[in-house]
């Protein structure tokens, strides 16, 4: 498997540091070209690395860091995202995960990474002999798995919410400009 984050204002940034803390390599791509993302990537650490958007987008697992309104424009990017799993980690208020899915054509989409703000999810999720929370949700149960296994490798406890309408809305930006309940939610499950 390989990773790549789109997007590396704080989310993405944020992201970028927790799979440097495991020495796993990502990924990183914006609109902004290579070099520019070069001086943050360095300073998260040597498996963070910089790469055009063509080149970022034919990872098997794609963080969405962007702001909401450009998905659509990454979703242009490929005529078919099949094979591909695609990790909706924005907030776009009234817009639901499978809003995004239709971007993105043959991919397989799993809301996750967007409860936490940037700089908690920035942190090292390992607290006081627990693990931070990242809620996971998606209309395809296969695609969940290989996010949880990744989830876990980054050292996050994940939830499965369920499906996009049912769990996925208990992390989601309502139309009504507020937020399910369990958004900012700073949660932690304990080692047995």
Known sequence: MNYAIIGFGAVGQALARAFARQDIEVAVASRRPPEALAPQAEAIGPTVIPKALPDAIQADIIFLAVPFEEHGEVGKRLASWQGK?????????????????????????VKGFNHLVARTLATDPRVKGGRRVVFLASDDEGAA?????L?????????????????????????????????FQNLFKQEA
Do not use: Y
């Open 151 to 183: 989830a876990e490798q980054l050292g996050f406890a994940p939830v499965h919410l369920g499906r996009f309408e049912e769990g996925g809305a208990l992390v989601q930006a309502r139309a009504d400009k507020s937020w399910g309940p369990l958004i």
């Open 85 to 109: 799993t695609i990790v909706d980690a924005m907030n776009g208020f009234g817009a639901s995960s499978a809003v995004v899915a239709k971007a993105f054509p043959g991919a397989r989409v």
């Open 145 to 149: 798995a290989p996010v949880a296994a």
